[in-house]
């Protein structure tokens, strides 16, 4: 058990920041209480629109060359 006294009343506290120990239960470590997404939520969300492995994957046009500039 651990007693802070400060001048100023505290806004928040996160214990544990960094996951430097072996906690299961990560939901008590901050107060205010955090809100965690569910694994739902989660699936739901947008994923992110700059998948390069897709990118890659797709054929060129015939017009597209890479992108370094055609030598003179």
């Known amino acids: 058990t651990k007693l ?3 001048d100023e009343p505290m806004v928040g506290l996160t214990q544990d920041p960094y996951w430097e120990t072996a906690d299961v239960d990560v939901s008590n470590n901050s107060w205010p209480r955090k809100a965690t997404p569910s694994r739902l939520e989660l699936f739901k969300t947008e994923r992110d629109p700059n998948n390069l492995m897709r990118d890659f994957n797709t054929k060129l046009k015939a017009g597209e060359s890479s992108s370094t500039p055609p030598a003179e």
Do not use: G, L
Request: aromatic fraction near 34%; hydrophobic fraction near 65%.
């Open 4 to 6: 802070f006294v400060t």
